[in-house]
């Protein structure tokens, strides 16, 4: 089974719906991300949070909200979905970091995606 | 902010054959993390191999390698007989170690699609 898993896997909506994705993990970290991606653009984060409590706003964060729920669980919600905001999105999980600064590092690991289209 | 640039937007190899992707980024920090991400049709990420900077030593994941250069702030991957499951988009990503907001994000290239050539 993934270690990352993201559903729906491909949605497709109209301007104006809400939409929720949803990520959940079963590595144990306490660390989640979500990014967006679009073509010759990399990904780019839109929040993260480090525990249950904590969730920080990333570069993109405009027109979107995050729910964590438990720390296996990271939902991300568009409350009024925009053409623009058609994009492939992906969830990460990493662990906290260990050991010095610059010591030791902490991998994101990714689930499959989710392909938005706002018609 | 840290910026990552790949100024190849497409490569090709040929099968069995040597290629590199090049990446430059822009750092004020001495201590950090950097790392390759290949991103084939299935649009799954998956980490290639990564360096930390403190590190001299460049970093060798089998047929993948890289040439750490810390003064001129380049990390290119080099592939070695390409194989056809090369084929992918390839990103670079920087990643600063300290704690506070924004820390721990990954900063992505906008990647190099490579193809190969059978």
């Known amino acids: 089974d993934a270690d990352v898993t993201q559903t729906p896997r491909n949605r497709i909506t109209k301007t104006g719906k809400r939409i929720m994705l949803e990520c959940s993990q079963t590595?144990?970290?306490?660390?989640m991300y979500w990014y967006r991606q679009d073509p010759g653009l990399g990904l780019r984060l839109i929040y993260y949070?480090?525990?249950?409590?904590?969730?920080n706003k990333g570069e993109i964060s405009d027109g979107y909200s995050v729910s964590r729920q438990a720390q296996a669980k990271f939902s991300l919600s568009l409350e009024s979905a925009i053409p623009n905001q058609t994009a492939l999105y992906f969830c990460?999980?990493?662990?906290?970091?260990?050991?010095?600064?610059?010591?030791?590092?902490?991998?994101?690991?990714f689930g499959p995606g989710t392909r938005l289209t706002v018609l | 902010a840290q910026t990552v640039t790949q100024s190849q937007p497409e490569m090709s190899v040929q099968e069995a054959e040597t290629v590199t992707l090049s990446c430059t980024y822009d750092?004020?920090?001495?201590?950090?993390?950097l790392f390759w991400y290949k991103q084939p049709p299935s649009r799954q990420m998956i980490l290639v191999i990564r360096?930390?900077?403190?590190?001299?030593q460049n970093a060798t994941e089998n047929r993948f390698s890289v040439n750490f250069q810390k003064a001129a702030k380049s990390f290119s991957l080099k592939i070695s007989d390409s194989q056809l499951g090369d084929a992918a988009m390839y990103f670079c990503?920087?990643?600063?170690?300290?704690?506070?907001?924004?820390?721990?994000?990954?900063?992505f290239g906008k990647g190099t699609k490579l193809s190969v050539i059978p």
């Open positions: 949070s480090f525990d249950v409590k904590d969730i």
């Open positions: 750092t004020s920090e001495s201590d950090y993390y």
């Open positions: 990460a999980t990493s662990d906290r970091d260990r050991g010095r600064p610059g010591e030791g590092y902490n991998e994101q690991f």
């Open positions: 590595k144990g970290h306490d660390r």
């Open positions: 360096q930390e900077a403190y590190k001299q």
């Open positions: 990503a920087y990643r600063s170690p300290y704690s506070g907001a924004g820390s721990y994000q990954l900063t």
